[in-house]
């Protein structure tokens, strides 16, 4: 295989639709990354950002930005998504540290590089599932950094769609054992029938002491949003249109479902870590994020 074949195959799993998507939150956690009020931290961000060919010409800074934090996809919506990334690294190193589990499972891992940037308690396993053309592409950039990871890391390249959970037991996963679970932009691509299973499975999986976090989209028509900044400039500038990959269908109640089954569950706007950390987005007219939230789950030990 020459050398421009291989390439080509390494990146056709973050090439277009959700895979591009993977690298959007790469550039804004490169962005992030350089801030000097950096909420988190991700030295390998930008190197994805630059291997892909669909987003070589991204920023990686907010100083290639000639409008700077005024850009409402590299200002607002960049640091929504390094605000995210705070938020969630905190939940899950919570989890670990305080809360005792030594699983972690990436539900649709993506271009997420916690297992080599966190600093995890010895014993901890970190399990990444997604598709296999973005865990191939991921494999790529890391293994040129020559990184490494600070936990056991096992991928599991699976489509969500297929038997995650044969693949996920099948690499160790022990479910006798607390785990923490992260969806991170992950269930607002769903139909809701396969949002409906995952959180079923997670409960069936998940042992006393186990947590979830996950973020969901409140909205009753996404379409009224379809004239947002943040929608616009993302279609413009880098040609993603996230209204045609996001699911449409009214959204369950994945909240009050893992209630209903025993977890307890905290539901925030991303604007109320704005507000703790003082820095992220405020909320705005005709705001694509108004109906983003951000949820906590525990289960409780028997």
């Not at 947590?211 to 993302?234: G, I, M």
Request: aromatic residues 8%.
């Amino acid at each position: 295989m020459t050398d421009t074949a291989h390439r080509s195959t390494s990146t056709e799993g973050v090439a277009g639709g959700v895979g591009l998507t993977a690298l959007l939150v790469a550039a804004a956690r490169a962005i992030e990354t350089h801030r000097h009020d950096s909420l988190a931290q991700d030295i390998y961000a930008e190197h994805f950002v630059r291997t892909a060919p669909a987003s070589a010409s991204w920023p990686v800074h907010i100083g290639q930005v000639p409008d700077g934090d005024a850009n409402p996809l590299w200002g607002r919506f960049a640091r929504y998504f390094g605000l995210r990334t705070r938020v969630l690294d905190d939940f899950l190193l919570q989890s670990v540290h305080a809360g005792g589990a030594r699983q972690v499972v990436l539900l649709g891992a993506g271009l997420d590089a916690r297992a080599f940037r966190l600093d995890w308690p010895p014993g901890c396993v970190i399990f990444e599932i997604d598709q296999e053309g973005v865990l191939a592409f991921k494999h790529e950039v890391l293994d040129g950094l020559s990184a490494t990871a600070k936990a056991t890391r096992v991928p599991i390249p699976i489509d969500l769609r297929a038997d995650w959970v044969g693949a996920l037991t099948d690499a160790g996963f022990d479910a006798a054992a607390p785990t923490a679970w992260l969806a991170e932009g992950l269930l607002f691509y769903l139909p809701i029938t396969a949002e409906t299973y995952l959180i079923d499975t997670v409960d069936r999986l998940s042992a006393g002491g186990s947590a979830l976090a996950f973020e969901v989209k409140l909205e009753k028509n996404l379409l009224d949003y379809r004239d947002s900044p943040l929608y616009v400039s993302t279609k413009d500038q880098i040609g993603i249109d996230l209204l045609t990959l996001f699911d449409g269908e009214p959204r369950p109640d994945s909240a009050g479902d893992l209630r209903s089954k025993g977890w307890s569950a905290s539901v925030h706007t991303p604007f109320d870590f704005t507000h703790r950390h003082g820095r992220g987005p405020l909320p705005e007219q005709n705001d694509a994020l108004e109906g983003n939230r951000w949820v906590f789950a525990n289960k409780p030990r028997p």
